[in-house]
Nanobody, 114 residues
Framework: QVQLVESGGGLVQPGGSLRLSCAAS????????MSWHRQSPGKEREWVAD????????TAADSVKGRFTISRDNAKNTVYLQMNNLKYEDTAVYYC???????WGQGTQVTVSS
């Protein structure tokens, strides 16, 4: 059974940083590209960033480009999202996702507030 467990969310001041982790189990992790998405109250879930199965190729939404970095450690079956210079509008529940599969984590809350 596939499990994705996110962690690392929390409360941070504007301009601060957080690193999210998503630990995967029950699937050949290194075979799949992965992504992070987020959802704010009253809004649709939006894509944040992608990473290829090898980790060599990454893409990010314009709203986070230059501030967020996606990475992965295939030896640890984990994908990360390093978030720097956080803004109020980054407040959301962040989810990891196995691309091309209907596998989602339970989400981790990120709140940016002074």
């Amino acid at each position: 059974q596939v499990q994705l467990v996110e962690s690392g969310g929390g409360l941070v001041q504007p301009g601060g940083s957080l690193r999210l982790s998503c630990a995967a189990s029950g699937l050949p992790f290194s075979s799949f590209s992965m992504s992070w998405h987020r959802q704010s109250p009253g809004k649709e879930r939006e894509w944040v960033a992608d990473i290829s199965s090898s980790g060599r190729t990454t893409t990010a939404a314009d709203s986070v480009k230059g501030r967020f970095t996606i990475s992965r450690d295939n030896a640890k079956n984990t994908v990360y999202l390093q978030m720097n210079n956080l803004k109020y509008e980054d407040t959301a529940v962040y989810y990891c996702h196995v691309n091309s599969r209907a596998y989602w984590g339970q989400g981790t809350q990120v709140t940016v507030s002074s």
